[in-house]
């Protein structure tokens, strides 16, 4: 025979379980806006039937239902969705940093304007025609000069400017290492915490979040690969457990390298090294993980993310010890540019003969003049030559010692017209002569095109791939707050549904109430 309490548990039951949902539902309405809250929701469970299969079962019709109970508050989100946000995630930090570097020396090289490199050289050859068709006229020479001036400042001002930015990125780097670190850091510390709760029984939903909310965050960094490892004791099977995270290459390898080790409860530092071995200067050498006492040298760090398009536009050294990346092969394509061109045109310059030599002025056994020179910090090598080009303190002593005759002199002499501007006009030829810049053999144009052109195309390139990482990224990221965020009309819906069953099982137990009054105060009475 059934209890006569019965009905009255199986109520009491009904109205804590719905209690429990309605607070869930207003703990999901408050966190609507909270960046990275997973909707949460009470799993319903029968509780067992009564009475149980046994052979001194009581003799009713069959099994009767006990109510309801609740399982877990667990989180509704999707693990795979979670996985390909973070993959597309890692494109995207890595092809927007990239961009950013690319777009930023389009701003310095200025093309686009009347103040470019190719503007500046255009004014300079001109004012070489200019002066070959009227040698002898001081306004002519004083124009060739000032542009000459122009041109070494605009290949200063360029020069500088690159490595003003670059130093900015030398400094980023650290700052994101340090993020890094930081998050890392925050993501053990919280393993320890659901550690510690888990083992009894429990869903630490929100440490669930805010551990996600840093992973995501990693993911931009570096490419990374999750593992849940189970925290022991009586955690239940839906827990999430402990992360262990390891660094990926671009091809979602696995490295060797362990980011956040959930079984030693340790994370690894990360630490750029730089040439200098000081501060953040020189070009980055290497990656070292502090934990394992490990370092990469970054030419073999293959880890798609921020972290390594930050470093390839400061610049690295690669595998021949060379330098390479955006911002040191732009000077170094300048600095080979300004190196070859100066040379050239001060060969011809020297050919040539200026009005102090046709005057007298400087004496028996003169060889002639340089246009150019660099200043004293130059140490004469290829690199730096952009940065230190000066027009030579002879030319700017007096505009007289600009070359512009031919020389006509034979076995040896040196002798000119002052009215004759034949050597301006192979000055002014410098411009189309086909010359070697560094094993490659074109003319200065051309050579300058070709850099300014492989800059576009790949600034273009890194613009279209942000975009598209962002859009499949974005695209992600909607399927996963399909899943998991907060829908307010939802939340009205069941939080209206859950109420409705919250009354109706206060409504049962009033009723049961009432039969239990009428069992207990009106039974028994009719022979009174």
């Not at 025979?1 to 009491?12: K, N, P």
């Not at 730096?384 to 002499?413: M, P, T």
Request: charged share 25%; no cysteine; proline share 2%.
């Amino acid at each position: 025979m059934l209890s006569t309490f019965h009905g009255l548990e199986t109520a009491r039951r009904a109205l804590s379980m719905h209690q429990s949902a309605l607070n869930t539902t207003g703990h999901n309405i408050a966190n609507a806006n909270t960046p990275g809250y997973s909707r949460q929701r009470v799993n319903f469970t029968q509780t067992e039937a009564f009475p149980k299969p046994a052979f001194n079962k009581p003799g009713i019709p069959g099994q009767l239902g006990t109510g309801v109970k609740a399982g877990e508050i667990q989180r509704v989100r999707e693990e795979f969705l979670d996985q390909q946000f973070r993959g597309e995630n890692n494109k995207h930090g890595y092809w927007e940093t990239r961009q950013k570097s690319l777009e930023k020396m389009e701003d310095v090289m200025n093309e686009l304007s009347g103040n470019g490199i190719s503007n500046v050289m255009d004014e300079f050859w001109k004012s070489m025609q200019d002066l070959a068709a009227n040698p002898e006229d001081a306004g002519a020479r004083s124009v060739v000069r000032q542009s000459g001036i122009a041109v070494a400042d605009t290949f200063n001002y360029t020069y500088e400017s690159l490595e003003a930015i670059q130093r900015d990125y030398g400094k980023q780097i650290g700052i994101e290492q340090n993020q890094i670190n930081s998050t890392l850091n925050q993501i053990n510390e919280l393993n320890k915490q659901i550690a510690s709760v888990e083992p009894h029984g429990y869903l630490p939903n929100d440490l669930y979040d805010k551990r996600d909310v840093l992973v995501d965050e990693l993911s931009q960094f570096v490419n990374i690969s999750v593992d849940r490892v189970p925290s022991g004791g009586q955690a239940k099977a839906m827990a999430d457990g402990k992360y262990t995270i390891s660094l990926l290459d671009r091809n979602g390898q696995d490295t060797g390298i362990t980011l956040v080790d959930s079984e030693t409860a340790e994370y690894n530092q990360i630490e750029v090294q730089f040439a200098d071995g000081e501060g953040e200067s020189g070009l980055v050498t290497g990656i070292t993980f502090t934990n394992d006492n490990t370092t990469i040298p970054f030419s073999d760090f293959d880890s798609s993310g921020s972290l390594k398009a930050m470093v390839e536009g400061f610049g690295y050294e690669d595998a021949n010890g060379g330098q390479a990346g955006i911002y040191p092969e732009m000077m170094r394509d300048l600095d080979q540019m300004v190196a070859t061109f100066a040379e050239a045109f001060n060969e011809q310059h020297r050919e040539g003969i200026s009005l102090s030599e046709i005057q007298g002025d400087l004496g028996v056994g003169f060889e002639g003049f340089d246009f150019f020179a660099y200043s004293d910090d130059y140490n004469g090598d290829v690199q730096g030559a952009a940065k230190y080009l000066k027009v030579s303190d002879e030319i700017l002593a007096s505009r007289n010692n600009i070359a512009a005759a031919k020389n006509v002199g034979e076995n040896g002499e040196r002798v000119g017209f002052a009215g004759d501007g034949g050597n301006a006009l192979n000055l002014a030829d410098v411009k189309e002569a086909s010359l070697n810049f560094g094993g490659d053999l074109t003319n200065v144009n051309s050579f300058f095109q070709g850099v300014i052109g492989e800059m576009a195309v790949s600034t273009k390139e890194a613009g279209r791939l942000t975009d598209n990482s962002a859009s499949l990224r974005d695209s992600v990221h909607a399927n996963r707050q399909s899943v998991s965020s907060v829908s307010l009309d939802e939340e009205m819906t069941n939080m209206i549904q859950f109420q409705h069953a919250y009354n109706a099982a206060a409504r049962n137990i009033t009723m049961v109430d009432e039969m239990l009054d009428r069992i207990i105060n009106g039974m028994g009475v009719g022979g009174r």
